[in-house]
């Protein structure tokens, strides 16, 4: 296995782990009996937290019945724009099989199509599938040379924030794909993920777009 599959494998495994707790549901305790209800974090509630079951029937539980750290649970994926069930944010979805479970949609296109309410152009260049969670949208796109992931207002279409994750040539590379960005961005737990076309990770506040953290998988881990 040479150095550049090992880079794409370790890519991978550091993605796949920043995104794994998306997907993974919650063991919640009632304080006073012990019983216990499996189910994934929806939304939180003056009263209650709103969980869905595996059957997809979302339920909502009492915070004076909960345990502490349920609430401190929920309390962090309400105040961290956690990803909820119905967000999109990382490549194929919530559970990476490419269904969403968003049941608002029209179930018809009118003739014409649906309205355009609003269009992005500075996208640059890139292969990257959008991440949305709550009232943002993340992608990756190369722009005069450098690659950057690109947060814009998922209602207005605004952009918000451009954080540098890298160099992109914009003559491109030995592969005929030519220039720009390959991966999705991946968001999880306020934090967006994503990797340049070098093997470049990179951690970044999803609020600012400041990037905490960036290793190179080639350098860094030969």
Same mark, same amino acid.
């Given at each position: 296995?040479?150095?550049?599959? =090992?880079?794409?494998?370790?890519?991978?495994?550091?993605?796949?782990?920043?995104?794994?707790?998306?997907? @993974?549901?919650?063991?919640?305790?009632?304080?006073? @009996?012990?019983?216990?209800?499996?189910?994934?974090?929806?939304?939180?509630?003056?009263?209650?937290?709103?969980?869905? !079951?595996?059957?997809?029937?979302v339920v909502s539980l009492p915070l004076? !019945?909960? /345990?502490?750290?349920?609430?401190?649970?929920?309390?962090?994926? %309400?105040?961290?724009?956690?990803?909820?069930?119905?967000?999109?944010?990382?490549?194929?979805?919530?559970? !990476?099989?490419?269904?969403?479970?968003?049941?608002?949609?029209?179930?018809?296109?009118?003739?014409?199509?649906? $309205?355009?309410?609003?269009?992005? $152009?500075? *996208?640059?260049?890139?292969? %990257? *599938?959008?991440?949305?969670?709550?009232?943002?949208?993340?992608? /990756?796109?190369?722009?005069?040379?450098?690659?950057?992931?690109? *947060?814009?207002?998922?209602?207005?279409? $605004?952009?918000?924030?451009? %954080?540098?994750?890298? /160099?992109?040539?914009? $003559?491109?590379?030995?592969?005929?794909?030519?220039?720009?960005?390959?991966?999705?961005?991946?968001?999880?737990?306020?934090?967006?993920?994503a990797m340049n076309a070098n093997g470049?990770? @990179?951690? =970044?506040?999803?609020?600012?777009?400041?990037?905490?953290?960036?290793? %190179?998988?080639?350098?860094?881990?030969?």
């Amino acid at each position: 296995m040479n150095t550049k599959s =090992i880079a794409l494998l370790t890519a991978f495994s550091l993605l796949l782990a920043a995104s794994s707790a998306l997907a @993974s549901p919650r063991v919640w305790k009632d304080a006073s @009996s012990g019983r216990t209800l499996t189910g994934e974090f929806v939304e939180l509630t003056k009263d209650a937290v709103k969980v869905r !079951r595996a059957n997809g029937d979302v339920v909502s539980l009492p915070l004076s !019945r909960l /345990t502490e750290d349920d609430i401190a649970f929920a309390k962090g994926a %309400s105040d961290k724009g956690g990803a909820l069930t119905n967000d999109w944010p990382s490549w194929r979805g919530i559970r !990476r099989d490419g269904h969403s479970p968003d049941t608002t949609s029209m179930a018809k296109w009118p003739e014409g199509g649906p $309205e355009l309410v609003w269009a992005f $152009e500075d *996208c640059g260049k890139g292969y %990257s *599938c959008p991440a949305v969670v709550g009232n943002r949208l993340y992608f /990756t796109g190369s722009r005069k040379g450098k690659a950057e992931v690109i *947060c814009i207002d998922a209602g207005t279409g $605004e952009e918000v924030w451009a %954080s540098t994750i890298g /160099t992109d040539p914009e $003559e491109g590379y030995n592969t005929r794909w030519g220039a720009g960005t390959r991966g999705a961005a991946t968001v999880d737990d306020g934090m967006v993920y994503a990797m340049n076309a070098n093997g470049d990770v @990179s951690g =970044i506040t999803a609020d600012k777009g400041e990037k905490k953290w960036s290793v %190179s998988l080639v350098e860094d881990f030969g």
